[in-house]
């Protein structure tokens, strides 16, 4: 009987080598196993070891294409670089760079110090910045290549309780958008997605009360929670060959809330 695939496929992803940060959980998870699966050579990034070995562990006997797990704090830039020599030591290039990593521990403005604000922004912002620095040379040797920020829409909607990680995610776009400048004339595009509420085991953990839910349902078009495969798929696509005309720009995946 004929098997057919249930979402799409890209062949260009075959073999391209995607550096994808924060890959261990969340929305990370679900990119690491998407690249995975298109047989993409993945390398991921992320502070948690557990679960970054338990990922690798469970593709592997998936049959998808084996991950490599590389144990790092993005907040220390020399670490970071330090790990993207190591990847291409060991893969020789790197074709796409999704900057997924990010924390969303909620603060109110008077507890704010300026040492919570560095804190803040380096987990949310700065390590984007330093990834991207870190594999220009190599994507502009190659002559292409994607990279893809995460951003949010709570810069878009009325957000309280995280104000300095919002206006990182906000200042994401920005950054996306001069990169993308900087650097389109080596053919590398760079774009920005910016995912509403997505239901990822820590969101539902840590804050998806009913009175949340309730929110979400009544602020999106689409009434059912976003999952993170979700993401992944729009974010295949703009890795993909497929989007080749497609750099500087910001991807909504809300459900229709923005
Ligand atoms: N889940 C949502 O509803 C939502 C909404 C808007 C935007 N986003 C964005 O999507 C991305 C993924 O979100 P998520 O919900 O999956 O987040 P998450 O907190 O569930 O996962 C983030 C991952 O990054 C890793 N990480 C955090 N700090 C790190 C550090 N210093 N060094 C290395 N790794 C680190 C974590 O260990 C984790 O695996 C983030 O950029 C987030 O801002 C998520």
Redesign the pocket.
Known sequence: METRAEFATYPSLRDRVVVI?????????AIVEAFAANQSRVAF????VE?GEQLVARLKNAGASEPVFVR????DIEALQEAVRGILEQFGAIDALVN?????TRHSVDEVTPELWERTMA??LR?QFFMAQAVIPVMKQAGRGSIIN?????WMVPSTGLPVYVTA?AAVVGMTRTLAHELGRHNIRVNAV?????M????KRLWYTEEYKAEILAAQALKRFIL?EEVARLILFLAADDSSAITSQSYVIDAGWV
Do not use: F, W, Y
């Open positions: 940060t924060g890959g261990a959980s969340g929305i990370g998870e990034l992320d502070l948690q679960a790092c704090d993005l907040t997924n990593a990010a924390n969303d987990v949310n390590h995460m951003s949010s829409i709570s995610k910016l995912p509403g509420a997505i990822t085991e820590r969101q993170p």
